[in-house]
C-alpha cells in the first residue's frame, strides 16, 4: 500500500482558488488511480474528483465540474487538485485515497470502498 499526506488548505475568499496536493510515499505509486474526496461537517464524506494511474483519464463531481482540475506526476509522486472559482459550499475536509488500478487503464474509481489508502485530510475554509 501507499501512504499518502495531504497540503495546500487554507482560508480563502469565495471566488477565489486553492491547490491541494497529495505525496506519496511506497512502491508503485504509479500503479494506483487516486482520488480527492471531501467532508463538510455533519455531512458524509463525498467524491470529488479521481485520475488514472498515468494521469489521462478523469473524472469528476458534477459540483466541481469545471471549477476543479485533478493532476498527477508519477515523477514526484504527487497529486494535485487545482481548485477555481471557490464556493462557500466547498468548505470541507479534503482526502486523497489510492485505489489499486491492476492493470486498468481506464479505471477513475469513485466509490470509497475502492479506495485502499487514505490521508489525514486537509482543511478547505471558503468565506463568503
Known amino acids: 500500500q501507499v501512504q499518502l499526506v495531504e497540503s495546500g488548505g487554507g482560508l480563502v475568499q469565495a471566488g477565489g482558488s486553492l491547490r491541494l496536493s497529495c505525496a506519496a510515499s511506497g512502491r508503485s505509486f504509479s500503479s494506483y488511480a487516486v482520488g480527492w474526496f471531501r467532508q463538510a461537517p455533519g455531512k458524509e464524506r463525498d467524491f470529488v474528483a479521481s485520475i488514472t494511474w498515468s494521469g489521462s483519464l478523469t473524472r469528476y463531481a458534477d459540483s466541481v465540474k469545471g471549477r476543479f482540475t485533478i493532476s498527477r506526476d508519477n515523477a514526484k509522486n504527487t497529486v494535485d487538485l487545482q481548485m477555481n472559482s471557490l464556493k462557500p459550499e466547498d468548505t470541507a475536509l479534503y482526502y486523497c485515497?489510492?485505489?489499486?488500478?491492476?492493470?486498468?487503464?481506464?479505471?477513475?474509481?469513485?466509490?470509497?470502498?475502492?479506495?485502499?489508502?487514505w490521508g489525514q485530510g486537509t482543511q478547505v475554509t471558503v468565506s463568503s
Open positions: 485515497a489510492a485505489a489499486p488500478a491492476r492493470g486498468n487503464y481506464y479505471y477513475t474509481p469513485r466509490a470509497e470502498a475502492e479506495f485502499a489508502s
